[in-house]
C-alpha cells in the first residue's frame, strides 16, 4: 500500500553529547562525518554537471507521490477552489545544469469538497487510484483517474484498501450507517462481489503480488477468512466462549492470523483453516507484524516484544524502540526513543534486543518498495541535508550525496529522492549509482 500522506516530520536539530550512553565507534564516525560535511561545504556543495535536479512547486501543506512515470502533488483546498483539494501531476526531470528548473503540472484535477485525500496510487492501464474521506460527512470515496490526462474513468463510495493488478477492495467507513467491504475489478469497477461489513479489521494475505485470503475481525470477537474471488467464506473462528464481546483485530502474517485479542493476549492460526497454533500475553499490544523470520507486537505504551512465530514465546522485550525501519536476520535498523524524549536511528541485534549503534539524529527518507538498505538525511547549517545509506550489518552510515537546500519530508522510489525545500517547494534528485 503507498500512502501519500506522509505526516508530520520534525525536522532534526544537533543534540549535545550524551554522557550516560556510549556505542562503539559514534564520537569517531560524527568526526568522520563532520569532515565529509565540511568537505562538501567547503567545495560549494555544487550538483554535478548533467545531473537530473528540478523542483516541483507546491503550497506549504501538499503532499507528494512519487511514481515510476509520473510525480503527484496532493494541494488542500482553499477559498478559491471552494474547499476542494486539487491533484497534480508533473513529468520526471530531465537532466539539467546551472539553476534547476520548475517543473508545470501536465494536468490538475479538482478533487471532492471537504475531503481528505490519504492515499494516491498507481495502478495498471495508466490509471491513479485516489482515495480519499470527510469526516463531517461520514462519506469516503474512490476515483480512478487517467494518468496521461486526469480524465476521470469511475468513482465508487470506499477507500480502496489496496490493489493487485485486476482488483480493488473498497471499504466505507460510517458510524451512523452501516458499512460494506466490497470488490471491484480495477478498470472497471464492475463489483465482484458486496457484504454488510461490521468489522474491527481487515487485513488480507498476498502471494505472487495478488491477495489470495481476505481475512476480516468481527465485533462481535469473531474471524473469517473470506475467498478474494468470490467473498465467500472459506473459514471461520467463533467468538471466544470466555469474552465474546470483547474488542479485537487480527492481523496476516505470513501464513499467519495474529488475533489481538482485549490489547492483551494474542493468539495465532493458520490461515488455512484457522487452526489454533499459540496464544501468549503481552502488554497492551495494537499491532503485530512479521519481522524478517521473527514476530513484532507493537505496544500501545511504546516499545515492542519479539515473538517466536512457531511458539509465541518471548525472545525479548524493549521500550525503546519506537519503531522498526529495516530488519535482517541479525540486525534491525530502528527507531529508538531515548530518555531524553527525542528519537533517533539505531541498530539493534535480533537476537537479544540490545542497542549495538547509535546513529545520532537522522531522519528516514521514506521508501515506496522494499530494499536492502534505509536512506537517510540530516541538516547541514546553510546548505541543506547529506544523504547516506545505512545497512543493518554496518555499523556506520554512509554518506552518498548532498540535497543542496533540502530540509525534510524526503521520499525516495527507483532512482529519484524529493525533499522538502527550505523556500518551501520540493525538490527532485536523482540517486546517486
Given amino acids: 500500500m503507498t500512502l501519500i500522506d506522509l505526516g508530520e516530520i520534525t525536522e ?115 490509471g491513479v487510484l485516489v482515495s480519499m474521506s470527510a469526516e463531517e460527512t461520514e462519506t469516503s470515496q474512490s476515483v ?19 490493489d493487485d493488478p485486476r482488483r480493488a477492495l473498497l471499504r466505507t467507513h460510517r458510524e451512523s450507517m452501516p458499512n460494506t467491504l466490497r470488490m471491484i475489478e480495477l478498470p472497471s469497477a464492475r463489483e465482484l462481489w458486496s457484504i454488510p461489513l461490521s468489522a474491527s479489521s481487515v487485513d488480507y494475505r498476498l502471494r505472487d503480488g495478488a491477495v489470495d485470503a481476505v481475512v476480516v475481525s468481527t465485533l462481535d470477537g469473531g474471524v473469517e477468512v473470506r475467498d478474494p474471488e468470490t467473498g465467500e467464506v472459506r473459514h471461520r473462528l467463533p467468538p471466544p466462549a470466555d469474552d465474546p464481546a470483547g474488542y479485537q483485530s ?90 531524553e524524549g527525542t528519537m533517533e536511528l539505531a541498530t539493534f541485534d535480533m537476537t537479544t534486543g540490545a542497542a549495538l549503534v547509535d546513529h545520532g ?3 528516514q527518507v521514506h521508501r515506496y518498495e522494499y530494499a536492502p538498505h534505509l536512506l537517510a538525511v540530516r541538516p547541514v547549517a546553510d546548505v541543506g541535508l547529506v544523504l547516506a545509506e545505512l545497512h543493518p550489518d554496518a555499523d556506520r552510515a554512509r554518506p552518498i550525496d548532498v540535497l543542496v537546500g533540502g530540509r525534510g519530508e524526503c521520499q525516495a522510489r527507483q532512482d529519484l529522492v524529493a525533499c522538502r525545500r527550505q523556500d518551501g517547494d520540493f525538490g527532485v534528485w536523482r540517486l546517486p549509482e
Wanted: glycine fraction near 6%.
Fill in 12 to 126: 532534526p536539530t544537533d543534540h549535545p553529547p550524551r554522557r550516560h550512553r556510549t556505542f562503539a565507534g559514534s564520537r569517531r564516525w560524527a568526526a568522520a562525518l563532520l569532515a565529509v560535511v565540511v568537505l562538501v561545504t567547503m567545495a560549494g556543495a555544487a550538483p554535478p554537471p548533467r545531473r537530473v535536479y528540478a523542483t516541483v512547486p507546491v503550497p506549504l501543506g501538499a503532499s507528494l507521490l512519487l511514481s515510476a512515470d509520473q510525480i503527484f502533488a496532493v494541494i488542500p483546498g482553499t477559498e478559491a477552489t471552494g474547499d476542494r483539494p486539487e491533484l497534480l501531476a508533473f513529468p520526471h526531470p530531465e537532466p539539467a545544469t546551472g539553476t534547476p528548473p520548475k517543473l508545470t503540472p501536465s494536468w490538475r484535477v479538482a478533487l471532492s469538497h471537504g475531503h481528505r485525500v490519504f492515499r494516491v496510487q498507481p495502478v495498471a492501464e495508466d
Fill in 144 to 162: 480512478l483517474l487517467d494518468a496521461r490526462t486526469g480524465r476521470e474513468r469511475w468513482r465508487e463510495p470506499g477507500v480502496a484498501m489496496f
Fill in 250 to 339: 487480527a492481523w496476516v502474517v505470513g501464513d499467519l492470523v495474529a488475533v489481538v485479542r482485549n490489547s492483551n493476549t494474542v493468539a495465532a492460526y493458520t490461515v488455512d483453516g484457522l487452526v489454533p497454533v499459540w496464544q501468549t500475553t503481552v502488554p497492551t499490544v495494537y499491532h503485530v507484524t512479521d519481522c524478517a523470520a521473527l514476530l513484532c507486537a507493537f505496544l500501545a505504551s511504546g516499545g515492542v516484544q519479539v515473538l517466536d512465530p512457531a511458539t509465541g514465546a518471548i525472545r525479548w522485550d524493549n521500550r525503546d524502540i519506537a519503531d522498526l525501519l529495516l530488519v535482517g536476520e541479525r540486525r534491525a535498523l530502528v527507531l529508538s526513543r531515548w530518555a
Fill in 361 to 363: 539524529p537522522w531522519e
